[in-house]
């Protein structure tokens, strides 16, 4: 009887110190839940993200929309924070930062992108792992289009 006891003991040991394990290693992670593009005029903005990209429209108003890829939103504002410095005119947005789309078709979504005047940053180029191409959007925020190989 006291070596079931003594199981039953460790058997739930060893359940506590997993669910303490499991609650510790899902807090420590943030998730991101959004990006937020300053952006010169949210209707051209729209049209890039929504009708080229497909990015699904959660809500709009006036000078703000909220648009989501998957599981992160992508949210556009005419506005500009009153604490962040105002870029110079010659300084492109997003310097440094390359966010990615994984799209189904790399070279058909750049030839969408050249056709309805995007800049196109970085042609299509075929890697071991997939191919990768760069676009900018209107307000120049350079995008990577991606696909993996199947």
């Not at 300053?38 to 929309?65: C, P, R, T």
């Not at 924070?81 to 189904?104: E, Q």
């Amino acid at each position: 009887m006291k070596q079931h006891l003594g199981r039953g003991l460790r058997l739930a040991m060893c359940v506590a110190g997993l669910l303490i394990a499991l609650v510790a290693s899902a807090q420590e992670l943030p998730k991101i839940d959004h990006i937020l593009l300053e952006v010169g005029d949210l209707k051209k903005s729209i049209a890039f993200y929504h009708d080229l990209l497909g990015l699904e429209i959660k809500s709009q108003s006036k000078d703000f929309a909220m648009l989501q890829s998957g599981n992160v939103g992508v949210f556009l504002s005419t506005g500009h924070w009153d604490w962040d410095d105002k870029r110079s005119a010659n300084t492109r947005p997003g310097l440094g930062m390359y966010p990615h789309f994984a799209v189904i078709d790399v070279a058909a979504t750049i030839e969408r992108a050249r056709e309805a005047g995007y800049r196109i940053a970085k042609e299509p180029r075929k890697y071991d792992w997939g191919t990768e191409a760069f676009v900018a959007d209107p307000d120049g925020y350079v995008w990577a289009l991606v696909n993996s190989r199947k």
